[in-house]
């Protein structure tokens, strides 16, 4: 998908979102059917397009790793849960210590 975390929002839920904007940038996976219902923080659903699964690799092992994705319709929506965090080995400090000092794009 991309090599940085840029654009991206880490969150402690299992879920991984992606944009259908990203969606069609990495060239439109094959779609399944999502069968849950998803809501956002404020309890408003998330209209899902629906679900795929992508093969990250890691940047330091270069293993492949399997993560799923619900593709929403909300723009901008690009959300990494816990497990991909996880999996990817993402350290959350040093991620919100560069974010702090990276100036935000407008």
């Not at 991309?2 to 996976?29: M, R, V, Y």
């Not at 795929?52 to 993560?67: C, D, P, R």
């Not at 849960?81 to 919100?96: E, Q, T």
Request: with cysteine; glycine share 6%.
């Amino acid at each position: 998908m991309h090599d940085s975390l840029t654009g991206w929002n880490l969150l402690s839920t299992g879920w991984n979102l992606l944009s259908t904007e990203l969606w069609k940038s990495i060239g439109l996976p094959s779609l399944q059917k999502s069968d849950g219902n998803y809501q956002s923080a404020s309890k408003h659903t998330l209209p899902i397009v629906g679900a795929f699964t992508y093969e990250a690799k890691h940047v330091e092992s270069g293993a492949l790793i399997k993560m799923p994705f619900l593709v929403s319709e909300v723009p901008d929506l690009n959300l990494l849960g816990r497990d991909a965090i996880k999996a990817l080995h993402i350290s959350l400090d040093k991620f919100v210590c560069t974010s702090r000092l990276r100036p935000r794009e407008s």
